[in-house]
Every structure is written in structure tokens, then in C-alpha cells.
């Protein structure tokens, strides 16, 4: 009775066939996004891949029809994992726009945003994997959008100016995390902490120039209020 005992106690304890099958699934995409960054897209084949898993070309088939499939699902990790990031940096309601360059900097310069890079470079010269891969990359794009990203946009405010703001502090980042993908070596640019000290001084001026408008629009009902007393 103890021996049946244990065996279906082990047999709780082991891996389901589909915990199995995420589990390789998870690994494969994990092996490709580290090869994206040490050898970016024209070295990441189906064979490296499988080489840094321990896999076989047959054992990636069963899970991957095709390098692109792979490069989609590393797409959608890398997404999850930059909003997951997003929301332990910022708090839900609206940020200041120096927290806002501190955490969004915080993101684009980890080493796996280089992999986004690649796939999306990879995707804009061919049009085969573009075709496949256009919905993961919209996606990313709402998710950095204001306007399609509720989230994002309480954590803006509503004042036009930090919605401007935001899109230059994310158009700098990715012109820095584009710096880095085709610098050798994926090695930082030398301007990046210059521009990024600079970002930092445009959010102090964006914070003042908020204040001074939240103030001038409450002027006029204070005004109203003075020549109605």
C-alpha cells in the first residue's frame, strides 16, 4: 500500500505532456532571443537555436513550424516582459516626466531589447516575415501608444504636453537602442548618458511648463471670481 502510495505521489509530482511541451517551447524562445543579442538575426539560425537548447532540427519542428513562428512567440515574451517591467517602475497614476525618461530608459537599455530590434529590422527587408510578423509588431505598438494603451495614458495624465514629451523620450530610446544593436559588440553608444541627462533636464522644464498651465487655467475663474465680488 506505501509503494502505491508513492508512485502515484510521484506520478502527481511529474510534468504533464503540455507543462512539457511549454517548458520546451519556453526554452527554444529563450535560446533565440539570446542569440538575437549576441549574434543578431543573420547568425540565429534553426541549427544555432537548437544547438544552445540540446534539441534536435526534428525536436524544434514539432514545437516551431519555422524560424518565424519562434520569432513571434520571442516577440510576445519580450512584450510581456517590458510591460511587466513598466508596471513595477511606474505607479498607475500619473508620473512625473523625469520618473517617466528614468523608467522608460530602465527598459530599452536591457540587453534583450537589442533581439526587438533585430526582429523588427529582420521583418522591415523581408516581406515573407514581415507578412507573419506584422501583428505581433502592432501590437507593441499599441502598447506604446497613448491613445491605444489606457494604461499608458493614466499613467501621462491628460495634459497634451506629456503625451508630446513621451513620444520624444521613446523615439530617443529607440534611436539609442538601434545605436547599440549596430554598434560592435552590442556595446553602449558613447552619447547615450549625455542624451539621457538631457532628457532629464527637458522633463524638469515639461513638469514646470504643466504647473504653469494647470495655473493659468484656473486664472480665469479666479478672475471671474474677483469682478463678480
Avoid at 506505501?2 to 535560446?31: F, V
Amino acid at each position: 500500500m506505501r509503494t502505491q502510495g508513492k508512485r502515484g505521489a510521484a506520478a502527481a509530482q511529474r510534468p504533464t505532456q503540455g507543462e512539457r511541451a511549454a517548458a520546451m517551447r519556453a526554452r527554444l524562445t529563450r535560446a533565440a532571443i539570446e542569440s538575437l543579442v549576441e549574434r543578431g538575426y543573420a547568425r540565429t539560425t534553426a541549427v544555432e537555436v537548437c544547438a544552445r537548447v540540446g534539441v534536435s532540427r526534428g525536436a524544434f519542428h514539432h514545437h516551431f513550424a519555422n524560424l518565424a513562428a519562434l520569432y513571434g512567440e520571442a516577440l510576445e515574451r519580450l512584450y510581456e516582459e517590458l510591460a511587466e517591467d513598466a508596471t513595477r517602475s511606474l505607479p498607475a497614476e500619473p508620473v512625473s516626466p523625469a520618473r517617466l525618461v528614468e523608467g522608460m530608459w530602465r527598459s530599452t537599455r536591457r540587453p534583450e531589447f537589442k533581439a526587438i530590434i533585430e526582429i523588427w529590422l529582420a521583418a522591415r527587408n523581408d516581406a515573407t516575415l514581415g507578412a507573419e510578423l506584422r501583428p505581433r509588431i502592432e501590437k507593441l505598438s499599441a502598447l506604446f501608444s497613448p491613445a491605444r494603451n489606457p494604461g499608458l495614458a493614466r499613467r501621462l495624465g491628460r495634459h497634451s504636453r506629456s503625451a508630446a514629451f513621451y513620444r520624444l523620450v521613446m523615439e530617443a530610446m529607440i534611436g539609442m537602442a538601434l545605436g547599440r544593436a549596430v554598434s560592435p559588440e552590442g556595446t553602449a553608444v558613447a552619447h547615450e548618458e549625455s542624451v539621457v541627462r538631457l532628457l532629464v533636464a527637458l522633463a524638469a522644464d515639461a513638469s514646470e511648463a504643466g504647473r504653469g498651465s494647470r495655473g493659468r487655467q484656473r486664472s480665469p475663474s479666479l478672475t471671474a471670481g474677483r469682478r463678480g465680488g
